[in-house]
Each structure stands twice: as C-alpha cells, then as structure tokens.
C-alpha cells in the first residue's frame, strides 16, 4: 500500500489523480487540500476517506467542516493546513497540483520530511527551482514531474547519464490560435481561448496553451529537473500531441515518449515509479494516425514564449516576475477586465521594471510577487 496526499485535489490534475487511484487499490489517499470547492472536496471526502483536509480559505473551511461532521476526518485551513498535509507521517509521495506560488513552501516542507514530489505545480521550480533541487538531492527525495512533457523527457532519460544529453526536444501542440498572425489574436475572447484542440485542462493552463506562456514555463522547469541549458532546449510545435517529448543524444539518437493525450499516464507513472501499472484507455493505433507533423515556434505572433526564454536567461527573480505577471493578466483576462494580447504586454512591461535579484530567499520571491500583482492591479486600473 502506498499513501499519497494530494494538494488541488479539486482541478483538473486532482480529479485525474483519483481517477488513478480508483483504478489501483494499492494506493491510498490520506490527505486532501483544495481552494474554495466545498461541495465538489465534500464528495472526495466520502469517497475516498482521508484524514487531513485543508481548504485554502476559512470560510471553505468551516462551511466542510459542518458538512462532514459525521465523518473522522480533520479540516484544516490556510498555508498552516497544508503544511501541516506536507510533513504527515505516514504519507509516501505528496502530489503537489495546486495552482501558484501558494506550493512552495508546503513543498520545501513535503521534501525535507522525505516525501517524493509528485510535481505538477509549475511554479514550485520555475520560481524557487535553484532552492529546491539542491534540497531534494541533498534529502535523497526523487522529483517526479507529472506534466506530460516533463514526464516524457524522464522517460526518455531513463538509464542514461545526463553527460550523454545534447538536447532536450520540448512538444507543444501550438494551442487554439497557432498559424495565426497577431492582428487576428485582437478580438480573442475567453470563449476562443478556453476551447484547446488537444488537452483537456483547467482554465489557467487552457489560457497559458495558447498564449504559450506555458511552454515557456515548462522551458523552465527542463532546466531545474534535468540540469540542460537554456541553449540545449528547444520547442519543436507539433500540433497532434502524440509525441510528448524527446531526447537527443550526444551520438544524435533521439528518444521520444509517445501516447494519447490523457494526462493519468504522467499521473500514474510518477505515482509508481519506477514500476509501470496497467491502465484502461484508449492505446495509440498508428494506422488510423497516418501522421506525425512539426513545426518551430512562432515567437513573433506569441510573444509568451519569447518573454520566457528572456526571463530565463536573466535568471534570479525574473521568471517570478513573468510568471506572477502572468497569473494575474489570466485572472484579468478570465474575468473580461483586459483584452487577450494584454496578457503578454503586462508580462513584458513587469519584467522591463523590475530590478532583478539575483538568488532570491523565498521571501525574495513572494515579495517579487506580491509586489507584481500590486503593480498590474494598479496599471489595469
């Protein structure tokens, strides 16, 4: 048996996880957190009969605790919860799925107590990667991504010394919009944005998809997970999601992960590592896909992806900056308050301000942030 907790077991990677542990008996859920989603974490509660639950806010909070009084289960509230979710005894590998900067310190916390990182929350590495591998090696705790392109590079990497690595060939899909010039992208509304050809996701990532900031932020994580530079990693566009993605080799051998688009793969596969499950779904049928195609990035029409690599190579606080930047035009954008090529105006204005710190404290960041959020709220006012 092994006993995992779960933060943002509410969206989309969440309820994906438990789609994976409805399906293995071996695996047992001792904690859950989510945001506000008191009726949705309430079903959880009763299904799958965790311990600890933390709600992000205490309203949520005491609202759950009066409907599962019935239950022995312990609700909990605010960054305390989940930290206190992070350090449980007996839990093996801590899914990390929330949404924002919110998961690092539970997940610093998750890695010094010795739990494997099942790593879904982007901004854990893009942000506060230079603090948290170091840590995770120097605890003997594994980083195991559940991004399906993270995921596929791990694969691919298996077995192999990292001095052997020429590049990392990181997929994307292109999104909604891909081909398309920027005057087009003008008139985007919400509706456009969220309708993704391949994945099915939650409405953040939807955003950053077609935007390709997410790219950009997954160019990131590459960097902190498999210690590549930012030269040696290149987005390759290829619009059928079949390939997740790939490593080339220093003799020019290329080593690709290949499968549908369904994300409980990633999900499964870092939940069992290093053994592989047998999973239902649908398999790849080669015959009926004819075809594999691939394009380069357009940086000029989607600047999202650009403005990444720029913060990237910049280093220090930058990426918190881009990313914090981003949150905020998304939530903006979601709630029809700027239009869609504002997302990544603001983003590049935040960083062109920002005075750069070099190895941020975790303090450091979440100040950087704060001090984002505080300067686009006033420049969209």
């Known amino acids: 048996m092994k006993n995992i907790a779960i933060m943002g077991s509410t969206g989309s990677i969440g309820t994906q996880t438990l789609e994976v542990v409805r399906s293995n008996p071996s695996l047992r859920v001792k904690a859950l957190a989510a945001g506000s989603s008191v009726d949705k974490i309430e079903e959880q509660i009763r299904e799958f009969k965790p311990e600890l639950v933390c709600m992000w806010e205490e309203e949520a909070a005491r609202s759950l605790a009066v409907k599962v009084a019935d239950l022995p289960v312990k609700v909990l509230w605010g960054m305390d919860g989940l930290m206190e979710i992070a350090v449980m005894p007996d839990v093996q590998v801590l899914v990390t799925a ?20 099942a790593l879904a929350n982007k901004e854990t590495l893009v942000t506060a990667g230079h603090i948290i591998m170091p840590l995770a090696k120097k605890c003997g705790v594994s980083i195991l991504p559940v991004d399906s392109e993270h995921s596929a590079i791990f694969q691919s990497l298996n077995g192999e010394s990292g001095e052997r690595v020429s590049r990392i060939l990181l997929t994307a899909s292109g ?5 398309k010039k920027r005057e087009e992208l003008r008139d985007i509304q919400v509706e456009d944005a969220l309708k993704h050809p391949n994945w099915s996701m939650g409405r953040k990532i939807t955003i950053d998809s077609s935007t390709l900031v997410n790219k950009g932020l997954e160019v990131m994580e590459a960097k902190w997970l498999f210690g590549v530079d930012y030269d040696n990693i290149v987005v390759v566009v290829h619009p059928q999601s079949i390939i997740h993605s790939m490593v080339e080799y220093v003799d020019g051998a290329v080593i690709a992960q290949l499968g549908t688009p369904d994300m409980k793969l990633p999900i499964q596969y870092a939940l069992f590592y290093p053994d592989r499950q047998p999973m239902n779904g649908k398999k790849l049928d080669f015959y009926e896909l004819g075809q594999l195609t691939f394009e380069k990035p357009d940086m000029e029409n989607f600047d999202g992806l650009r403005l990444a690599y720029e913060a990237a190579r910049k280093g220090g606080s930058m990426p918190t900056v881009y990313n914090a930047a981003n949150e905020k035009a998304v939530a903006l954008f979601l709630d029809r308050k700027i239009a869609y090529l504002q997302i990544t105006e603001l983003i ?3 960083m062109s301000r920002h005075k750069l710190v070099i190895n941020p404290s975790v303090e450091d960041i979440l100040i950087a942030e704060r001090e984002v959020y505080d300067w686009v709220d006033r420049k969209v006012k």
């Not at 539970?106 to 890695?111: F, L, Q, V, W």
């Not at 999104?175 to 081909?179: D, E, I, T």
Request: charged share 25%; hydrophobic share 45%; no cysteine.
């Open 98 to 117: 929330v949404v924002g900067m919110i998961g690092i310190r539970p997940t610093i916390a998750a890695i010094e107590a010795g739990k494997d990182i």
């Open 348 to 350: 590049e204005e935040a």
């Open 175 to 179: 999104g909604p919009f891909r081909g």
